[in-house]
């Protein structure tokens, strides 16, 4: 049961990185963190590379098709979390369990047992419970009647594309090595900046990106983090169902941090929704 751990720490890590974004977002455009992000990412796993090397040419289509869902993942999140309060972002990302759920049981065939179907219920109640909060009469708008649309769809889109990689992970961790898996899908996810920018015509500062520390820590966390979950992939007796539900850990992260570093209000409501989420996620994994 080490998989345990390992997501868990993943989730921890992710909930860490959602407020470095928001924080390196500040600085630079959402293009100018993800290309540097991305790139700096890439160059930390370079002394693997010798690791990496030997995958059978069958794969490599695959690993380049998780590289697009995530650089697609990665354009809708950066750009929703820069436009949202991180408290709320945090909360909406815990939509990519049902997505995830959705996939290990069409796909992979998971079965879902009776905790792990009472634990998703928990979850859905939690999402719709942080949809329907209700507002005293009189009281201000929260900043968060005032997020467009399009933003929380980028949410919900980055959420569905994030489930599908983790999909797109637990089927090829079952045949290469982790270190295969994160050289090359950095590899390809460089690639596509590298092209997007021209393709685009985006001007990028890349000076003032380098200078982001913001930038670079966030480039540590995900190399860190993108292992524990390979490896944790790679185990025997690891469920994408379950790993999805321990993922979300993160979300605890998010609301504090909402409130405590980003001083935003009614951080309350989130908090308790979030926990009836985690109480899901705990009863899941019995």
């Not at 868990?8 to 993800?34: H, M």
């Not at 540097?36 to 930390?44: A, E, H, Q, R, W």
């Not at 697009?68 to 436009?83: G, N, P, Q």
């Not at 490896?231 to 504090?256: D, P």
Request: glycine share 6%; hydrophobic share 55%; charged share 15%.
């Amino acid at each position: 049961m080490m998989w345990i751990p390992l997501v868990l720490l993943y989730g921890v890590l992710k909930g860490v990185r959602e407020i470095v974004k928001k924080k390196a977002l500040e600085k630079n455009s959402t293009i100018e963190v993800l290309f540097m992000y991305t790139l700096l990412s890439f160059v930390i796993v370079l002394p693997n590379a010798k690791a990496a090397m030997g995958m059978e040419a069958r794969f490599y289509p695959y690993v380049a098709l998780k590289s697009f869902v995530i650089f697609l993942a990665w354009l809708f999140s950066f750009r929703a979390i820069k436009k949202m309060p991180i408290s709320l972002y945090g909360v909406l990302d815990l939509s990519r369990v049902m997505f995830a759920t959705l996939f290990g049981v069409t796909v992979l065939h998971e079965a879902l047992g009776l905790y792990q179907t009472v634990g998703l219920i928990l979850v859905s109640a939690g999402l719709l419970l942080l949809r329907y909060r209700p507002r005293s009469a009189g009281t201000a708008p929260d900043a968060e009647q005032g997020v467009a649309v399009r933003y929380v769809v980028m949410a919900f889109a980055s959420c569905a594309l994030n489930a599908v990689s983790g999909l797109l992970d637990k089927i090829l961790m079952k045949d290469i090595s982790s270190a295969q898996l994160q050289f090359w899908y950095l590899f390809f996810l460089a690639l596509m900046y590298l092209v997007f920018l021209p393709v685009s015509r985006t001007s990028v500062n890349l000076r003032s990106a380098v200078r982001n520390g913001w930038v670079w820590l966030l480039s540590l966390l995900i190399v860190i983090a993108d292992r524990a979950l390979f490896i944790a992939n790679g185990m025997e007796g690891s469920r994408i169902t379950v790993m999805t539900l321990l993922k979300q850990a993160g979300c605890i992260v998010t609301i504090l941090a909402g409130r405590y570093l980003f001083k935003e209000k009614n951080t309350t409501h989130k908090l308790v929704c979030a926990l009836i989420i985690m109480a899901g996620i705990v009863i899941a994994v019995l």
